[in-house]
């Protein structure tokens, strides 16, 4: 059984930094890409980051180019993305997700989800 679990969201202030972890259980991670997705009230889920496991350059959406790092802890099975310098319009429902593509941007070619994790930033 697939579990992708998310934490570490919160509410922080513009300008200030969160990371958020996936811990992932119940793959071949090598046969895996990792992603993470954003939903924003009233918006559609969007594409933030994507990486392998097995090393690569990861891939990022244009907004977070350049402020949120993605990366694999391969002996602990998680997947973390490191926000900094964040803004009120990353304020979102965050979400962890797998797929047998690798680096794929489209929300519909992954096929395991987490809960996703809330992140506020205030202005």
């Known amino acids: 059984q697939v579990q992708l679990v998310e934490s570490g969201g919160g509410l922080v202030q513009a300008g200030g930094s969160l990371r958020l972890s996936c811990a992932a259980s119940g793959l071949t991670f090598s046969n895996y890409g990792m992603g993470w997705f954003r939903q924003a009230p009233g918006k559609e889920r969007e594409f933030v980051a994507a990486?392998?496991?097995?090393?690569?350059?990861?891939k990022y959406a244009g907004d977070v180019r350049g402020r949120f790092t993605i990366s694999t802890d391969n002996a602990k099975n998680t997947v973390y993305l490191q926000m900094n310098s964040l803004k009120p319009e990353d304020t979102a429902v965050y979400y962890c997700a797998a797929s047998t593509r690798l680096w794929e941007e489209s929300q519909y070619l992954y096929d395991y989800w987490g809960q996703g994790t809330q992140v506020t930033v205030s202005s």
């Open positions: 990486i392998t496991w097995s090393g690569g350059s990861p």
